[in-house]
Nanobody, 116 residues
Framework: QVQLVESGGGLVQAGGSLRLSCAAS????????MGWYRQAPGKQRELVAQ???????RYADSVKGRFTISRDNAKNTVYLQMSTLKPEDTAVYYC??????????WGQGTQVTVSS
């Protein structure tokens, strides 16, 4: 089993920045990809960014150039640096862990609210 604990959400004005962190514990050796998804009210959960153990990244088109995902394998921690935030980035952000095409574990979610 793997446990994911997120931190760093909050309220920020449009144009501002936030950094999310997610620490994994447990059987972390089985994890290849870690990432972030988000879910806004009334919408489906969507991939925001993902990074593999080897450092390969992918991003949703809506966040390219504004968000940066990084990972510290020694600490089993993944980060999401969010810049130039927009009101449409408002959502609950969930940390994920698993394979490159499957999510096996989810964090509890952290709220990000961007005011206009």
């Amino acid at each position: 089993q793997v446990q994911l604990v997120e931190s760093g959400g909050g309220l920020v004005q449009a144009g501002g920045s936030l950094r999310l962190s997610c620490a994994a514990s447990g059987s972390t050796g089985i994890i290849d990809a870690m990432g972030w998804y988000r879910q806004a009210p009334g919408k489906q959960r969507e991939l925001v960014a993902q990074i593999t153990r080897g450092g390969t990244t992918r991003y949703a088109d809506s966040v390219k150039g504004r968000f940066t995902i990084s990972r510290d394998n020694a600490k089993n921690t993944v980060y999401l640096q969010m810049s130039t935030l927009k009101p449409e980035d408002t959502a609950v952000y969930y940390c994920s862990a698993g394979g490159r095409t499957t999510v096996n574990y989810w964090g509890q979610g952290t709220q990000v609210t961007v005011s206009s």
